[in-house]
């Protein structure tokens, strides 16, 4: 084999820089496509996370005014007096004229910290009807005002209302402690969970809505009572009169009957058809559409199926509301959620191959209601008496009673679906780092009286405000002033509490 020469080597060279070039021009737009599209993934995700957040913070505005009643931190935001100072000052008008928030604080200064939570209710409603909608705003107690205030208002209520003498001694201190904390997963898990209540007290007025319309629908007026007496007694002996000449000859005789009206194509679901579930009855069922919902930016709950019938589904409604208000209470404990409780994934994994011949089939999960479920216990429960109660009621038809099978993967689907929903919001919550930063201050409280008033303070302290807790109690026999044998032995009580304003 001969030794190439300097100028064969030369044009090789030449050849591979020039292959080299044209592989590098061919491949290099795939490349580069493929990073702009993993990039402009990377931005599509982020911006649905951001647009995802947006529709969370709307939802959490809408459940604010309810968690503040709940935790007791839910007032009037103008008073009486300040409402006087105002309507001399300035006209509905003059609020409508406002475009930004330094507006209502230059009409009082007592707004200054009031300014934001007007104007939000002003664009939210597109202007005040009256100055009297001023005292209708409900926001928190601490808006706008002073906490040390606030606090003394709040324990001067509670303590008249329990019977302690307004011969208290009351001091209130700022905690000298401000750290910033994270909001934690729980407290994510149940923000979620208030916003699928929230959908669910919709939902039930909704339905107790149409149950009351078609109540009045299924009620004859006296007119229609009438009518019907008259159709009868006309159908039992007969009115030639009254027969239509194109069905008649003019001499009383019948020469064609009308013909039937057509039926409605449309069919009610709320009446248990069994036509309606065709696409229910699929055991292996697809989550993609519910997998997909958060990527396109639908953050809404499911609705329960409409095969369920509406007076079973509006009393299931009220159950499963008050399953999870008792969840979110504390009040019932559940190891992994209500709805992760109630139902089981088997994984029934692929099927194997006969003698070796054909392929193995995909392998699938199984979702059932468990058989110790109490929402099952319940959905049971309703579907025997409301049959039972259609057989018992004579006027109902008996033909198409409820499929028991498709009625439970209805409801299956329905709690798949939402456990479903809510681990997805809890994974968009998770990766984003919430914090806040509360403002305590610590509460001292001295006062003498009967054992009886100081259970009551403490029972009006733990259920009608929240953001104040007790961290010390102490009391001690007070000996100094001599009592009747009748009367109630005084205390010296010594209430130490923390009082925690976000």
């Not at 409508?96 to 230059?106: C, G, L």
């Not at 303590?159 to 729980?186: M, W």
């Not at 009446?271 to 997998?291: C, I, M, Y």
């Not at 011949?357 to 979702?367: C, E, I, T």
Request: aromatic share 6%.
């Amino acid at each position: 084999m001969r030794e190439l020469t300097k100028r064969e080597k030369t044009l090789l060279c030449v050849v591979g820089v020039i292959c080299l070039i044209v592989f590098i021009m061919r491949g290099l737009p795939t490349v580069l496509q493929g990073l702009a599209g993993a990039r402009i993934a990377d931005k599509h995700e982020r911006l649905q996370t951001a647009e995802n957040l947006v529709l969370l913070d709307r939802q959490a505005s809408g459940i604010g005014e309810s968690l503040r009643e709940l935790v007791g931190l839910r007032g009037r935001l103008i008073s009486d007096s300040l409402f006087d100072e105002i309507s001399q000052l300035h006209t509905v008008q003059t609020l409508n004229q406002t475009r930004r928030t330094s507006d209502f604080t230059s009409l009082h200064p007592a707004l200054e910290g009031k300014a934001e939570a007007l104007f939000a209710y002003k664009n939210q409603r597109g202007g005040f009807a009256n100055l009297e909608e001023l005292k209708s705003i409900q926001a928190s107690i601490f808006e706008g005002e002073q906490p040390r205030v606030v606090i003394s208002q709040r324990i001067s209520q509670l303590a008249r209302r329990s019977g302690v003498r307004p011969d208290y001694q009351l001091n209130i201190k700022p905690s000298p402690s401000k750290k910033t904390e994270k909001i934690s997963h729980q407290a994510k898990r149940n923000f979620i969970l208030y916003s699928y209540t929230r959908e669910l007290e919709t939902e039930l007025k909704q339905l107790k809505e149409l149950e009351q319309q078609k109540t009045e629908q299924s009620e004859p007026r006296l007119d229609e009572e009438v009518e019907l007496e008259r159709a009868m007694f006309e159908g039992w002996w007969g009115d030639y009169d009254s027969v239509d000449a194109n069905n008649g000859d003019g001499n009383g005789r019948v020469l064609q009957e009308p013909k039937p009206a057509e039926e409605d194509a449309e069919i009610d679901t709320d009446s248990g058809g069994k036509s309606s579930t065709a696409n229910l009855t699929t055991s292996n069922r697809d989550h993609l559409k519910a997998k997909n919902r958060l990527s396109k930016g639908n953050l809404s709950f499911r609705k329960l199926p409409a095969i369920i019938p509406l007076e079973l589904r509006a009393t299931l409604i009220e159950f499963i509301l008050s399953s999870v208000t008792s969840e979110l209470h504390g009040a019932t404990e559940f190891k992994r959620g209500f709805f992760s409780d109630q139902i089981s994934r088997v994984d029934e994994g692929p099927s194997r191959k006969f003698l070796g011949f054909g392929r193995n089939a995909p392998s699938g999960v199984q979702v059932k209601l468990r058989e110790n479920s109490v929402l099952l216990a319940k959905f049971e429960d309703l579907i025997r008496r409301y049959e039972a109660n259609r057989v018992y009621d004579a006027a109902e038809s008996t033909d198409d009673v409820l499929d028991y099978d498709e009625q439970i993967v209805a409801l299956t689907e329905y709690v798949d679906d939402t456990e479903l929903q809510i681990k997805q919001l809890e994974n968009l919550l998770a990766g984003v780092t919430l914090t806040h930063q509360p403002e305590l201050y610590v509460v001292e409280m001295k006062f003498k009286s009967g054992v009886g008033t100081v259970v009551k303070l403490l029972e009006s302290i733990d259920t009608s405000t929240k953001w104040l807790y007790v961290r010390n109690l102490k009391i001690v026999n007070d000996k100094s002033e001599k009592k009747d044998a009748e009367e109630e032995t005084k205390l010296g009580v010594e209430l130490s509490m923390t009082a925690r304003i976000l």
